[in-house]
């Protein structure tokens, strides 16, 4: 050799270091000596760059590429895998290093890296915590999945902030939303949340004839109903039948979030003038008669 890249020993070329040398192989007898020569490249192996996205979710798939040939690819740690031909595939939130492998002829081994952070999936655990509150009270709401933002379906009734503290301000029933989103994507839990009310409200007519119903109504069942006269008017299951002229109320119990509460409505029965017969009077035809039930006069008609 005429440099030290290599060394030979019985025409056995070794490398030594990368770069060219010259093989020289002399003959000498008699008749003198002549040399014969052959340039040797001694060639470090090489990996290549790894090219490829930095960044994967988990249980997606993205493919890196080394335009070296004659690589194995492989990875560190187990967070993502690596197929034959370089697509990864996210399988837990982390970092992992990829790995491109070359083997040269000599037996030394090169490799190229990239690093591949996999990110976690947007996903919300149940939303847990009360499902109903008082009017003019707080709840406090969870959800074990971190960096999520909470969200109301109607803040005139219900305010939530970004704690899960519920502030409820109007009866109703009502939809808490908790929502995560980042770069693989956006997920959300949902919780009904019930607002009861401090006062049942009872809504409907105030008045009515004796001998004739209207219908009160409330907008939370499971209540008692009750009448605070039944001379002048009873009530069933929201039915009040009028009895006699007067005025009276009737209420509707219940217990909830709020304890047992009642709600009140005043209700007058009128003294309607009813047809309660006619007279025939001869040729004359028939009359109607109407009594007046607060002085006693009768009316024909």
Excluded at 71 to 77: D, I, L, S
Excluded at 174 to 202: E, F, H, M, Q, W
Excluded at 271 to 277: A, D, K, L, M, R
Aim: with cysteine; proline share 6%; net charge negative.
């Amino acid at each position: 050799c005429s440099n030290t890249h290599a060394g030979v020993s019985g025409g056995v070329v070794t490398g030594l270091s990368a770069g060219m040398d010259t093989i020289r192989y002399t003959f000498t007898n008699s008749c003198g000596v002549d040399v014969a020569s052959h340039i040797v490249t001694i060639g470090a192996p090489y990996a290549g760059v790894i090219t490829g996205p930095g960044s994967v979710c988990v249980t997606d798939s993205i493919v890196m590429v080394d335009t070296t040939p004659g690589g194995v690819w492989t990875r560190t740690n187990t967070m993502a895998s690596v197929s034959p031909t370089g697509t990864v595939i996210g399988l837990a939130p982390g970092i992992d290093t990829i790995v491109y492998l070359i083997v040269a002829s000599c037996g030394s081994t090169v490799k190229a890296e990239a690093i591949v952070t996999v990110n976690p999936l947007a996903i919300t655990g149940p939303i847990t915590g009360p499902g109903s509150v008082c009017q003019g009270s707080h709840i406090t709401l969870l959800d074990a999945a971190a960096g999520g933002t909470w969200h109301s379906s109607n803040t005139s009734g219900v305010t939530i902030d970004g704690t899960g503290r519920v502030t409820a301000l109007l009866p109703g029933t009502y939809t808490i939303s908790y929502i995560i989103t980042n770069s693989c994507g956006t997920d959300t839990a949902k919780r009904l949340l019930i607002v009861d009310p401090l006062v049942p409200p009872i809504t409907g007519d105030t008045t009515v004839c004796p001998g004739k119903t209207i219908i009160l109504s409330v907008t939370e069942s499971g209540g008692t109903w009750a009448t605070g006269n039944s001379y002048i008017a009873i009530v069933t299951n929201g039915t009040v039948s009028g009895i006699t002229p007067g005025s009276t109320y009737i209420t509707y119990t219940i217990t909830n979030t709020c304890g047992t509460t009642i709600g009140s409505r005043n209700i007058t029965v009128l003294p309607c003038i009813s047809n309660v017969g006619s007279v025939t009077n001869g040729s004359k035809g028939t009359v109607e008669v109407f009594p007046n039930p607060t002085n006693g006069e009768i009316t024909i008609k």
